[in-house]
């Protein structure tokens, strides 16, 4: 499978991003759809990840309450809606598929988009 990441963008602190991972290939089908961002000195973090039926959902910490990520699976994209955003949260982000919901499990890395909160 295929992955591109999009939607990232320079926004203000407070602002909103509706980030989109589009599927080509063997699409999402059965597998679990995760976002991550990664920014300089910090490694890879995870930030949401949602089930191919989009019944189950998970979120870090550092985003749960604003955010939500869900799916279309008639258009193979998966979305991750953040709000109030803040400038920690600059980092590119990345969506990738998974056999689990273990970060571990996670492959397909996509091209990432780059969010850039200015305070």
């Known amino acids: 499978v295929q992955l591109q990441a999009s939607g990232g963008g320079l926004v203000q602190t407070g602002g909103s991003l509706r980030l989109s991972c589009a599927a080509s290939g063997r699409t999402f089908v059965n597998k679990i759809t995760g976002w991550f961002r990664e920014a300089p000195l910090k490694g890879r973090e995870f930030v949401a990840a949602?089930?191919?039926?989009?019944?189950?959902?998970a979120y870090a910490d550092s985003v749960k309450g604003r955010s939500t990520i869900s799916r279309d699976n008639a258009k193979n994209t998966v979305f991750l809606q953040i709000d109030s955003l803040k400038p920690d949260d600059t980092a590119v982000y990345y969506c990738?598929?998974?056999?689990?919901?273990?970060?571990?499990?996670?492959?397909?890395w996509g091209q990432g988009t780059q969010v850039t909160v200015s305070s």
């Open positions: 949602i089930n191919w039926s989009g019944g189950t959902t």
């Open positions: 990738a598929v998974g056999s689990g919901w273990d970060p571990r499990d996670f492959g397909s």
